[in-house]
């Protein structure tokens, strides 16, 4: 099984400033027939389920804000918010899909 | 518009069982994957068991096989869970998910609580 780990736990970022959350997975999750990463990145706020935000770990979610971007490929992933808005605080969580499903333990976003 | 809304759950005691349903609505059922996800209290987000498009294929993490029954009727636009022998670490919130290899849809999830 592969085990996704994330860093920071948890982050507080001030409004307009940039936050950065890693994903790594214990193997590549490149897929070398289609030269795709199968990762994921997930929001979730609190009392809500998750939303999708990003997949083959650089594509957005139409409608999903361009502030946010993914990044990486095999076995590091990043999750890029460029300027923290205040509507941004939440959980956010890496998955893998290119074995049975695992997700990183998510990554707390704050507003300082 | 894509809508997948969960019931059945509750609360159960050790050794109970349950059974959830999902049923979906705005996409045409039979062309997913379907999935459902857990979320303990205050905790992340574990993946349970998937779901091929025509039901003849299951996958389950470790800790449910045997336990749990992961099923679909297409003609009802439905995908279920039957819970058996549940424990204590099998309370959350169940959400049901569609999968386009990765979950692009979440239902509002179901909560299940396995208590004496």
């Known amino acids: 099984d592969i085990v996704m780990t994330q860093s920071p736990d948890s982050l507080a970022v001030s409004l307009g400033e940039r936050a950065t959350i890693n994903c790594k997975s214990s193997?590549?999750?490149?897929?070398?027939?289609?030269?795709?990463?199968?990762l994921a990145w997930y929001q979730q706020k609190p009392g809500q389920p998750p939303s999708l935000l990003i997949y083959?770990?650089?594509t957005r979610k139409s409608g999903v804000p361009d502030r946010f971007s993914g990044s990486g490929s095999g076995t590091d992933f990043t999750l890029t918010i460029s300027s923290l808005q205040a509507e941004d605080a939440a959980v956010y969580y890496c998955?893998?899909?290119?074995?049975?499903?695992?997700f990183g333990p998510g990554t707390k976003v704050d507003i300082k | 518009e894509v809508k997948l809304v969960e019931s059945g759950g509750g609360l159960v005691q050790p050794g109970g069982s349950l059974r959830l349903s999902c049923a979906a609505s705005?996409?045409?059922?039979?062309?997913?994957?379907m999935s459902w996800v857990r979320q303990a209290p205050g905790t992340g987000l574990e993946w349970v068991a998937n779901?091929?498009?025509?039901?003849?294929?299951?996958y389950y993490v470790g800790s449910v096989k045997g336990r749990f029954i992961i099923s679909r009727d297409n003609a009802k636009n439905s995908l279920y869970l039957q819970m058996n022998s549940l424990r204590a670490e099998d309370t959350g919130v169940y959400y049901c998910?569609?999968?386009?290899?990765?979950?692009?849809?979440w239902g509002q999830g179901t909560p299940v609580t396995v208590s004496s």
């Open positions: 705005g996409f045409t059922f039979s062309d997913y994957w």
């Open positions: 998955q893998q899909y290119y074995s049975t499903p695992s």
């Open positions: 193997q590549s999750v490149l897929y070398s027939s289609d030269n795709k990463n199968y």
């Open positions: 998910a569609r999968i386009d290899d990765f979950i692009d849809y």
């Open positions: 083959w770990a650089s």
């Open positions: 779901i091929n498009h025509d039901g003849t294929e299951g």
